[in-house]
DNA sequence: TTGACAATACCGTCCAGACGGTACAGTAGC
DNA sequence: GCTACTGTACCGTCTGGACGGTATTGTCAA
């Protein structure tokens, strides 16, 4: 029971992300997401009863996703800052991400960017208190932004090779500044 | 003539671009930009017949103020790096600026996306042949991509003094990387 | 074991309102 | 008298969301 529910609400999470990606952030509409998702209109407002609902599930599951999995990655011999490049390299690599959706969530409510800013400040707080250098910490850190930034909008600006170079920089930047790692490349 | 005509064009143009941080890049609508530009809906018609047109004048005048800007700021004493820089850091700490009528552009239709990766696309390539060091570059370049997205989206992540920080950082590591004097663009 | 009922997970239809866009008559200033 | 608008009225379309209906599954007393 839960498993239905569940694969349900997941499926239209990805449409909507879907939809989202093809049709442009501000032109998300239920309809098109129900169509996407196999789901009727009806079934997906049993599911988030407004469509400011959807958006939140959409920002809150990506917060949440990204989390998980840094600090899954964060293990006793990669120090945060170096999980958290690779983690970013990762998903930049991916051929499609979540991340659409968020867009989708701003561009219907710029209030939705008040979890996502609280998020990335707890972040880079965490990261600060791993390093010694802030100014180089803070460079890295908005080049993974820039980076994911780039992903975000899907322009594709870098080749996959200069994003490569890009990571091998910031890890070469970022390794011999972390405390108490032994980080490698 | 021409000037009243630009006045009230460029009226229009600000004025969508704060319609479009208030309510949202994607609930950006042509009455809402009229009533702020203190312009009729016939006269915002007259001046951009479709919202199409509207949304490409603003993504278009985006584009060309900071080619400007940043050419004005290319000197003989400051390589196009440095400029870039500065010029950047200017920018994200300024109040308020017109890159939020982009985003509502981009939410509106994603292929407004192409002239701006374009658009990077070219300035890292110029940047690329001034710079002996691709890899510092990149992540330099990355990171003010990175401020300049935290700006968009109006998060204030950074405080103003870390944004200090951040682009003394990048100057200290782009400064030397930078091929001197006669650069051919 | 079964029949009555209830909760879950949808479907399909309908509608008020918002939106982009058109048309056009009027007018202030150069 | 032309340019550069204003103001209003209107149209067709789309959208979010409300609502009533329904099939399936679960629960529980008799």
Redesign the pocket.
């Known amino acids: 029971?839960?498993q239905?529910?569940q694969s349900?609400r997941d499926k239209i999470l990805s449409a909507a992300a879907e939809v989202a990606r093809e049709a442009g952030a501000g032109?998300?509409?239920?309809?098109?997401v129900?169509a996407r998702a196999?789901?009727?209109?009806?079934?997906?407002?049993?599911?988030f009863?407004?469509?400011?609902s959807l958006m939140r599930a959409l920002v809150e599951t990506f917060l949440t996703n990204f989390e998980q999995e840094l600090d899954a990655s964060h293990t006793a011999q990669d120090g945060l800052l170096s999980a958290y490049i690779k983690l970013s390299a990762i998903e930049c690599a991916e051929a499609q991400h979540g991340a659409t959706g968020v867009l989708a969530a701003i561009a219907e409510d710029p209030d939705f960017l008040k979890p996502i800013a609280a998020f990335k400040r707890r972040l880079l707080d965490r990261l600060k208190s791993e390093s010694d250098d802030f100014g180089s910490l803070l460079v890295i850190y908005l080049a993974l932004e820039g980076m994911r930034s780039l992903k975000l909008f899907e322009t594709e600006v870098l080749t996959s090779e200069e994003r490569d170079l890009a990571v091998e920089s910031m890890l070469k930047i970022g390794a011999g500044r972390e405390r108490n790692s032994t980080a490698s490349l």
Do not use: E, F, Q
């Open positions: 029971m839960t239905i529910k349900s032109r998300l509409s239920l309809d098109a129900a196999g789901v009727s209109k009806g079934g997906l407002l049993y599911n009863p407004t469509k400011a």
